[in-house]
């Protein structure tokens, strides 16, 4: 896709100026980062990301080096976050990973926010994704305290195999357990909880669902 398709396929489009629309496809830069790449952290910030391709993890780090993941982040998706440096509304320090291979657009904070300073309708958009990303981190904020393991476990294989469309969740123990905010330790327990009660098969690739409907009645019952 050409930068100028981009540009006009985006949601907000339509709501600049022509004036706008020209300096936004301008500064639009087209980025890839490998799997791994740290794309904000201490030193870091890249600007506004439209992701085109692949997922990012957002989350934060406690002083002993234990993560939370807030959020992820793919195909179709806008990263405000990565702009932080820019956006003196965010006053807390949050990280963000590529957790595959990714193909995005970038467009530097200092440009996104001037472009938002002067037209109502973008700024509207923001904060509306915003809070759509502040939602998301409430409900892990839920989850976390609020949420026994096995549950919590359920709530994410479910929701992981409605996105991708798969009974296969290719995800390592490890992985899992980031997302959901737990020790590996205890996602190894809960799969082997899950298995014995045939929801699940362990395999080579990641986690295989076999039982939907079990799945799907731990994930929405109650604690």
């Known amino acids: 896709m050409t930068k100028q398709l981009f ?6 489009w339509n709501m600049l100026s022509q004036q706008q629309q020209t300096l ?3 500064s639009l830069t087209h980025q890839t980062y490998k799997k791994g790449n740290c794309i904000l952290g201490t030193k870091n910030c890249c600007g506004v990301v439209f992701i085109q391709s692949g997922s990012l993890r957002v989350y934060m780090l406690s002083e002993d080096g ?43 904070g200092a440009t996104f926010t001037e472009l ?5 309708q973008l700024k509207l958009y923001a904060y509306e994704t915003a809070l759509t990303r502040f939602s998301e981190v409430m409900w892990v904020v839920q989850q976390i305290f609020f949420m026994k393991v096995d549950r919590r476990l359920a ?16 995800l390592t123990q490890e ?14 327990r809960m799969l082997k909880y899950f298995v014995n009660e045939n929801i699940v098969e362990v395999v080579r690739k990641g986690v295989l669902i076999v039982d939907k409907q079990r799945l799907k009645k731990l994930a929405l019952a109650d604690n």
């Open 7 to 12: 540009c006009e396929n985006l949601a907000f």
């Open 24 to 26: 936004f496809c301008n």
């Open 66 to 108: 234990r993560d939370i993941t807030l959020y992820r982040l793919h195909k179709g998706d806008v990263c405000m976050l990565a702009a932080s440096c820019a956006l003196p509304e965010i006053t807390f320090d949050v990280f963000v990973d590529a957790e595959e291979d990714c193909d995005c657009y970038v467009i530097s």
């Open 116 to 120: 938002t300073q002067n037209n109502l």
């Open 155 to 170: 709530v994410f294989l479910w929701d992981e195999m409605m996105r991708t469309d798969s009974n296969l969740i290719e």
């Open 175 to 188: 992985q899992i357990a980031k997302y959901i905010s737990s020790a590996r330790e205890v996602v190894s």
